[in-house]
């Protein structure tokens, strides 16, 4: 499975950029989800995720309520919508897929290149 995330860029202080996340080689209807960010000087951390049926979903704190994760499997995408963003959500952002469809999996099994988001105050 090859995924490309896309959707960063500059993006003031309360702005609601969406990520994407497309996969090749194989279809993400099976795959737990994740994103994951990685900010500069700091480790890579998680943001979201959904089960393969997007019935589950789970977040970080401090995005809960500004963040919403998603899928259309019909288009083989993930989406991460964020909303309100803060100077402090500036990070590389990735995505990733788990074989086992779980949306709660410690160890993913594919990622993407990561896009980068940089908010300004």
């Known amino acids: 499975v090859q995924l490309q995330a896309s959707g960063g860029g500059l993006v003031q202080a309360g702005g609601s950029p969406r990520l994407s996340c497309a996969a090749s080689?194989?279809?993400?209807?099976?795959?737990?989800m994740g994103w994951f960010r990685q900010a500069p000087g700091k480790e890579r951390e998680f943001v979201a995720s959904?089960?393969?049926?997007?019935?589950?979903?789970y977040y970080l704190d401090s995005v809960k309520g500004r963040f919403t994760i998603s899928r259309d499997n019909a288009k083989n995408t993930v989406y991460l919508q964020m909303n309100s963003l803060k100077p402090e959500d500036t990070a590389v952002y990735y995505c990733?897929?788990?074989?086992?469809?779980?949306?709660?999996?410690?160890?993913?099994?594919?990622w993407g290149q990561g896009t980068l988001v940089t908010v300004s105050s």
């Open positions: 959904i089960s393969w049926s997007g019935s589950r979903t």
């Open positions: 990733a897929a788990d074989r086992s469809g779980s949306a709660t999996t410690k160890e993913y099994d594919y």
């Open positions: 080689g194989s279809t993400l209807s099976l795959y737990g």
